[in-house]
Each structure stands twice: as C-alpha cells, then as structure tokens.
C-alpha cells in the first residue's frame, strides 16, 4: 500500500510539474505533491528523499506566491 501511495504522490508531482506553465494553480498543485512526495520518503524510511521533497515543497510554494502577486 506505501508503494503505491508513493507511486501515486511521485507521478501526481510530475505531471503538476509538468503543467506548471499553465498558472499558479498547478504550482500550488505541484508543491502538494512534493508534500505528498515527502511524506512518502519519510514513511518509507528514505529520510533523504523526504528531506529534499520537504525542500522541493518549499520551493514550489515560494514560486507559487510569486506566481499569484505578477
């Protein structure tokens, strides 16, 4: 079930990714799955990549502000 939850997060995150250009909204979608991505690492035990999706996570919510007041 946590592979699949991963599986899920990972491909959520890079269609978002993907469709950023689109608006701010897939930023803020994007920066969901980076969450979601993180929560994943750090269940699976890979703190590693749970620690740089949390970073991945920031830095999409950053963009999306910045998106949101052009």
Known sequence: MLTLFG???VTFMMLMYALERR???FIAAF???C???SVYGF???T???GVV???WTIVAL???RQARST
Do not use: D, K, Q, V
Request: charged residues 10%; aromatic residues 12%.
């Open 47 to 49: 703190w590693p990549f």
């Open 43 to 45: 269940l699976a035990g």
């Open 62 to 64: 950053r963009r999306f």
């Open 31 to 33: 920066a969901c799955g």
């Open 53 to 55: 999706e949390a970073i």
């Open 35 to 37: 969450a979601l991505s």
């Open 23 to 25: 608006g701010p909204a």
């Open 7 to 9: 599986a899920a997060a």
